[in-house]
Every structure is written in structure tokens, then in C-alpha cells.
């Protein structure tokens, strides 16, 4: 049994509704309203979304992904605090968007009860993921890759879970809800492995078998020592 758990956070501990697209598409319409200007919502959104997708493929930089978005809407109108300012509107986001997915709070609690070490390694940046953490409840140590200064899948990024949780690889488990990223990711680096499998995705049939699915993320303590 594992003596030690990590997880991801975004769809899998809980959901952010999207609160970095709504997050920038109102900072884009403050600013376009400053030079009586219009945005085309349809637009900005398919622009943003292709941006935050390259962002979380880790084949872009967020600075960089962020400002190519708004040169592209804004032109020349862009300012040089945009990046801060979305980056601070998003924060704020928090406590209208993210929720706990079902389950989430009584696993933490029983994990609690059991003394068992765990934490979050998650994609993304800070301080945005930290307060997402923090807004359903998760009291223990929270992993970003911006920085940690590497991304999942990379080993790297799961062996400092590992250090944090003062365990083995061979003795964590990580849940994950990405097929590539969190399951294989934590496989290669040694771990045990959980798909939490609750938006009937598709697991790569060339890809290596997680240790265990779950369609409820309580069901992960059936796992754990």
C-alpha cells in the first residue's frame, strides 16, 4: 500500500469553470473601453482559448501566450500591465469559479484522520492555483509548475512530490484525471498511478495501464495504507 498520495488539482480535485477565459476577456473589454473601442467576444475568446491551450501543452510561456493574446485583440492598445492585470483578475475569480468536486471535502478529512502525507502537483502558476487550493479546503503543500521550474509529465516534477511528501516514489500514488500527463507521467517516474476517469475520456490504448480507475474520488482511499 502507498504510503504517501499526490494529486492534481483541476478536474480532479476541482473545477475552475473557466475563470481564466472569462478572467480575460473582461480585463480585454476594460481596457478596449478605455479607447471607446469594441471587441468582437467570439473572437477574443477563440484567441485566448488557442493561447491558454498552448500554455497548458507547455508549448508556450503564459507571459508569452498572454501577449500574443492581446496584441492580436488590442493592437496597439495594449498595456504594459496587462499581463498583471489579468494575472490579478483571475485571483480574485476564485471564489466565484472554483468549486470541490463531489467527494473531495470527506476525502481529505478521512485522509486527515489517517496521518497519511499528501499533496498537490499541478500545471499552471502561482498565486492562481494556491488559491485555488486554498478555496476548497486543501490545507497541506501545493506544487506549481511555474515554479518549480518544470512541468508534468516530465519525472522531474513528480520526484519533488516525492521529496515533499518525504516518500519513495515506489511508495506515492498520484491521481490524476489526464491520461499522458498525470498517469503516465507518475508511472515513468516510479509512481503508482490513479486515473480518476469521471468525464469519459478516452485512455491511450498505447499508453501503460494506471495501477487502478476511479469513477468517484472517494474510491482512492481503497487504495491507500
Known amino acids: 500500500m502507498p504510503k504517501a498520495v499526490g494529486f ?14 472569462i478572467a480575460f476577456l473582461e480585463v480585454v473589454h476594460e481596457i478596449a473601453a478605455r479607447s471607446h473601442s469594441a ?29 500574443r493574446a492581446f496584441a492580436s485583440i488590442l493592437g496597439g492598445h495594449a498595456p504594459a500591465e496587462a499581463e498583471h492585470m489579468f494575472r490579478e483578475h483571475a485571483v480574485r475569480l476564485v471564489s466565484q469559479y472554483v468549486a470541490a468536486l463531489p467527494g473531495v471535502p470527506q476525502l481529505l478529512a478521512e485522509l486527515d484522520r489517517r496521518r497519511l502525507p499528501y499533496a498537490i502537483l499541478t500545471n499552471g502558476w502561482n498565486p492562481l492555483q494556491q488559491e485555488k487550493a486554498d478555496s476548497i479546503g486543501f490545507r497541506r503543500p501545493v506544487l506549481v509548475s511555474e515554479d518549480l521550474g518544470v512541468r508534468k509529465p516530465e519525472p522531474e516534477a513528480f520526484f519533488v512530490l516525492a521529496r515533499v511528501l518525504n516518500s519513495e516514489p515506489g511508495d506515492t500514488i498520484y491521481v490524476g484525471d489526464d491520461p499522458l500527463v498525470d498517469i503516465v507521467g507518475a508511472l515513468r517516474a516510479g509512481m503508482q498511478a490513479i486515473w480518476f476517469e469521471w468525464e469519459v475520456r478516452t485512455y491511450p490504448p498505447d499508453a501503460p495501464p494506471p ?15
Open 8 to 21: 492534481d488539482f483541476d478536474h480532479t480535485l476541482g473545477i475552475d469553470n473557466k475563470l481564466e477565459r
Open 39 to 67: 471587441i468582437d467576444v467570439t473572437v477574443a475568446g477563440a484567441i485566448i482559448d488557442r493561447e491558454l491551450g498552448l500554455f497548458r501543452a507547455g508549448h508556450s510561456g503564459l507571459s508569452d501566450a498572454l501577449a
Open 211 to 225: 495501477t487502478a480507475i476511479v469513477h468517484r474520488i472517494g474510491d482512492v482511499l481503497n487504495y491507500l495504507s
